[in-house]
């Protein structure tokens, strides 16, 4: 196992999450939250962003799958500041077009420490079939909390698209090609003229 990664649980009345992420480790996931497109979309960040992920959520999705979700990204981002310590050495910005047939979306990222999020996707709007289905509007919701916990500016616009499933992978996708370039080791100092991140 790497120096850079983190093992954290997070226990609420409404969820009991538990992930282990290493962002120099042997690609590979193991993500199970109750919602199967959810853990499609989990999986791509963890193939596409180099890293070994694993994911264990149960939630109350009798109520909704907003808290498995919501909390999802809480714990992630926690684990991604973490793993990322002082973030010396790191490239810091990242950027990537990524296009899944007819969909293309651009992604920014900083790992800034300043936590903003500018989401930019208006998806057609069903509900992506399976058991249970997933809101897309879940994705939005999953990001913020990612953002906020990890402490990182993230811009997600949609260019074009008619699918919502090539839209939020697109999307999915382009996050984890971004962050994958932005925690690449590439100096040994903090790449900021403030000396922190």
Not at 66 to 92: M, N, P, W
């Amino acid at each position: 196992m790497s120096e850079r990664q983190s093992q954290r649980q997070r226990s609420t009345t409404e969820t009991n999450i538990s992930i282990d992420l290493d962002l120099d480790g042997d690609e590979g996931s193991e993500v199970s939250t109750g919602l199967p497109f959810f853990d499609h979309m989990l999986a791509q960040l963890a193939r596409h962003g180099g890293w070994r992920l694993r994911v264990a959520a149960v939630g109350d999705l009798a109520v909704d799958a907003h808290h498995t979700v919501e909390d999802t990204g809480i714990l992630l981002g926690e684990c991604l500041r973490e793993a990322l310590g002082d973030k010396r050495g790191v490239r810091r910005f990242a950027s990537a077009a990524v296009p899944l047939d007819e969909a293309l979306v651009d992604v920014a990222l900083d790992l800034s420490g300043r936590p903003f999020l500018h989401y930019e996707v208006d998806p057609p709007g069903e509900k992506i079939l399976g058991d249970p289905p997933f809101d897309p509007q879940l994705a939005e919701e999953f990001w913020r909390a990612f953002v906020v916990a990890a402490g990182i500016t993230l811009h997600v616009v949609l260019v074009r698209g008619r699918n919502t499933h090539h839209i939020l992978e697109s999307a999915f996708k382009g996050v984890a090609r971004s962050l994958r370039d932005a925690v690449r080791l590439e100096g040994e100092g903090v790449p900021s003229t403030k000396g922190t991140l």
